[in-house]
Every structure is written in C-alpha cells, then in structure tokens.
C-alpha cells in the first residue's frame, strides 16, 4: 500500500470510527473544517490534559489562562497580523482555481529534490556495493543540473518573497513553466497579497471601528494579560504563561485532512525572561519540547528539528518541531525567540507600561520572551496516523488495530459478557460499574467475542475483560491485551491495579 493509499485508508477509518466528521457533512460540507466525534474528542481531551499537566501542573513558574477569542481590533495592529498575516495568491484564469504562489514554488522545488534522489537510488542499484555516494551526488550530470536549479529557485524565492516583490513571484512562476493541476494551463493572473484573518463585525455594522478578527493566534491573548497575571498571581521573571484554544485563519491551500485547517486549536505557552538569557531558555525549552513528544513512543526516528535560518523580524531565535506524518516531514510545533518584539509593541499601541521591576536586579524592563507553540490537530493527526496499522494475522485474518499510546486511548477498558444470559451481563457491569471511576470503559455484548475484539482493536481500546461462566464461580475474568492479542486470567480484584499500571500518565510525564 502506498502513502497515499495509506493516508486514504485512515481518513476513512476516521469516520467509520468516530473520530472525525467533515463539518457540516450533511449539506456537502465546509472545505477544512472538522467536527470531532465521540472519540475523537476523548482522545484530543487526553492530549490537551498530557500537554497541560507537563507545562502549567509540573511547572511551578507556569500558570494558565483561557483567554476570549474576540480581541480589541488594535492588538492585530500592535502584534503586525493587520499589516502582514498575508499570503501570497495567484489565480488560474482557466480553470479559475486559486494557489499560494509560495506552495506553487515550493512543489516545484520538491520536485527537483525528487529527481535528485531517485537518480542517486538508480546509481545505487547500478554500482550496488562500490557506489560512493557522495561522489556520485557531487559528479552525475543530471543530479548536478536538477541541484542547481533547485537552488536557483529556492534562492530567487526566498528574496522575491522578503522584499515583497510579487511580480517577480510570478515571473518565477512563468519561467519555471509551472502549469495549473487542474486546467494544464500557464494562464495565471498577477500575484496579491491575501490576509488570513477572518473579520466579522461587532456592535453596529456601519462604523469601521466595529470590524473586529477572530483570532489567529491564541498569543496575544498571553502578551495582553502578561501584567494581570504577574501582578495577581506575584509572578517571578522567569515565569510562563500557557493556554489552550481555537485560532482562525482563512487558509488557501487547505488540504492534508487535519494538518491546515480554518478553524483549530492551539496549545501555547509564552515564558518571559531577562534580556539576554533568552536564547539559553529558548535551547532549554527546545530540548523539553522534543522530551515531551519522545515520551508518547512514536519513535525517535519520526520527529527533527528544522531550524530557521531566515528569521520573521521579531525574532532572535527559531526552530520547528517536524514530524513525519503520511506525506512527510512537516511542522508540528514552532519554537520562537520572539524578543520584546510584544510587549514592547502593545506597550506602544495602548500607551500602558509592559515593563517588570526586577528586584533581584532593581531594574524596570521589558522582558524577552521564549514562546512554543503547538497546533493540537496536528498532534492528534501525528499520534493517530502513527498508531494506525493494518495487519494480517497468522490465522489469514485481517486487523485493523490502533495502537495509541495506552493513557490516550479513548476508551482505555471494554467490558465483554461471553453470552447475554445467565447473569454474565450483571456481573460484567458491577466490574464496569466500578471501574468507570477510574478509567474510560465501554460495556459491549453484541456479536461474537472475536468480532468485539476487532471492533476495540479498531478504537485502540488496549484492554477487553471476558466474563465467562467461571467468572461467576472463581470471581476472575480473562484480560486480552491489545497489542500482543495475549489473554491471561485474572482475580477481578487485580484488574484496577494492573490497568492504571499501563494507562497512567503518571509514567509518562515522569520521563519527561
Ligand atoms: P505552517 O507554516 O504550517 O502554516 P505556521 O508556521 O504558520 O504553520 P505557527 O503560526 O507557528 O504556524 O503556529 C503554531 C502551530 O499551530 C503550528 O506549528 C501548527 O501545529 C499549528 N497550526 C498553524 N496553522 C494551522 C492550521 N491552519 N491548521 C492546523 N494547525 C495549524
């Protein structure tokens, strides 16, 4: 199965399941936006607890806020998203479809990268053990055209883009002869710059002043309250501030399921330091990040930095969380050293002071903030397109199992009668009727075991209990594992312990 075939067959597994609905799905939906179903949102509630437990509960110096999502119109003046959240589009004049001119580029180049790589796999083949691979890349005629290119490209890119020259955006496009997907055609109107933010109106609908954004960024609400908090919860510099919550932003290339959507959530954390200590906290807070990912058990080999080399101007500092999701490496989490660029320009826009009085120093100043920033869809989409496996037995049988991560697991026990009589249901939901304080757990007694078993498999339920005849003499029930399929029989009285001992996020946060 391919990649593709692959990332189809998760989508749809997705639904199937209930994790995730298309918005709106019975009008034809609402393009890159999505509801989560019945377990979709216990398994995104896991994240946000695991997220919020190791930055705001195992942190002393971090608190939390839940800021709204409508702002003073001026704080996306201050912040810079009025004058340049932009995006640059351009238009096919056949088929009337619309691009990022950027992402155009960007495709084309990972084009040529593709190139270059599968003519280094044919010269592998070719010369088998004697190729040199570095010889060959720096010598082969054709992988030495297609790298010169790319970097033409990249660098022509990069500085058209930096200096806002959108003509020269599209020339590129033109020389690159870089068609439209769709019609075939190189007919493609002028560049514009497109801002991502979605306006609505609040109060009366005729005056200007009443245009207000939904935010983009969950951020600012951080940087505007940083003096509320530090004031009245007697914060200390260096000190955090962390929030959960929807941002919106009105993107062109929406595709990639859950990966860019219009309306998702953020997981954010902005921690305020000393002026010039912020690129030793922003190396800090990059290796806690990478801990806090490692610690679910995806694998070391599916996240990398990417570190910035052209900076956005506010910032001194900044890397990017990859993770290889079904179409590669992408980013997951950004990780910014974003000066006193902030506050310093609310302090300007409000006329308020956003100074700290240090009185380890005695000094007024602004502080430096280190700020990560994680996209929570983007984590399910990580956690739940690693987990996803199809499998075949060695019976000849087909499985679907995901394998989540045991404390995020929706549902974390189900509860299986062996037959509808005979005081087995009553007996398997007194267990469940004391267990469903402690865990999640799901009472299941239609169709044979082995199909209930599938269907937990499907939800990546890790534990099932089987309540037997004998459960009723012997008082013990057979616990079947998700991932090795083992069964074992149990004294009911041992089950809470041996299933908190593998759902606890307790463990998990210790290793982080
Ligand atoms: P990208 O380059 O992919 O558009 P970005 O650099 O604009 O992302 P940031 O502004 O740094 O993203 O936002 C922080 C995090 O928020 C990202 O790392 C990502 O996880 C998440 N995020 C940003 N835009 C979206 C979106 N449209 N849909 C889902 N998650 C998003």
């Given at each position: 199965m391919t990649q593709e075939e692959l990332f189809k067959s998760l989508i749809a597994h997705a639904k199937e399941y209930g994790f995730i609905f298309q918005s709106s799905e019975v009008y034809d939906g609402l393009s890159a936006v999505y509801d989560y179903g019945q377990l979709g949102v216990e398994l995104k509630n896991n994240i946000k607890k695991y997220w919020w437990d190791a930055m705001v509960r195992l942190n002393e110096n971090i608190v939390g806020i839940d800021s709204a999502i409508f702002m003073h119109p001026k704080i996306w003046e201050a912040s810079g998203h009025v004058g340049a959240f932009n995006d640059p589009l351009i238009d096919?004049?056949?088929?009337?479809k619309r691009y990022r001119a950027d992402v155009l580029l960007e495709d084309y180049i990972a084009k040529l990268e593709e190139k270059i790589e599968k003519e280094v796999e044919k010269g592998k083949k070719k010369f088998g053990e004697t190729f040199d691979e570095a010889q060959f890349r720096a010598t082969n005629p054709n992988v030495l055209r297609n790298r010169v290119k790319a970097d033409e490209v990249t660098a022509k890119m990069n500085e058209s883009l930096n200096s806002g020259d959108l003509e020269a955006v599209r020339q590129l496009i033109i020389d690159c002869e870089i068609a439209c997907p769709v019609s075939g055609s190189r007919n493609w109107t002028e560049v514009r710059q497109f801002n991502l933010m979605f306006s609505t109106q609040m109060?009366?609908?005729?005056?200007?002043?009443g245009t207000i954004y939904l935010r983009p960024e969950t951020a600012q609400g951080i940087f505007v309250n940083f003096l509320n908090v530090q004031k009245t919860g007697r914060m200390k510099i260096p000190f955090g501030i962390a929030q959960i919550g929807k941002a919106f932003r009105n993107e062109?290339?929406?595709?990639q399921f859950i990966f860019r959507m219009r309306e998702f959530e953020q997981m954010e954390m902005q921690f305020f330091v000393r002026p010039g200590e912020e690129i030793s906290w922003f190396e800090k807070w990059k290796e806690a990040r990478l801990k806090w990912h490692l610690a679910l058990g995806l694998g070391e080999s599916k996240y990398r930095f990417h570190n910035h080399e052209k900076l956005a101007h506010y910032a001194n500092a900044a890397a990017d969380i990859e993770f290889d999701f079904p179409f590669g490496f992408k980013e997951l989490e950004g990780i910014h050293s974003r000066t006193d660029f902030d506050l310093s320009q609310h302090q300007k826009f409000s006329g308020k002071k956003m100074q700290y009085f240090d009185p380890e120093t005695n000094e007024n100043y602004v502080p430096y903030v280190v700020e990560t920033s994680i996209g929570l869809d983007r984590t399910f989409l990580a956690i739940y397109s690693s987990s996803y496996c199809e499998e075949k037995l060695e019976n000849g049988e087909d499985r679907v199992v995901l394998r989540l991560p045991a404390f995020l697991a929706p549902v974390k026990l189900a509860v299986l009668p062996l037959v509808k009589k005979d005081g087995l249901p009553e007996f398997a939901r007194k267990i469940m009727d004391d267990l469903k304080y402690d865990v999640n757990c799901q009472y299941d007694e239609k169709d044979s075991i082995g199909k209930r078993y599938r269907r937990q498999d499907a939800i990546g339920t890790p534990f099932c209990i089987t309540i037997d005849h004998q459960s009723l003499t012997d008082n013990t029930v057979t616990i079947r594992y998700r991932d090795s399929m083992e069964q074992e029989r149990v004294p009911v009285d041992n089950l809470r312990k041996i299933i908190e001992e593998k759902v606890s996020m307790r463990k998990v946060l210790e290793q982080i």
């Open positions: 096919n004049k056949d088929s009337k109060g009366s609908v005729s005056e200007d002043a062109i290339v929406a595709r």
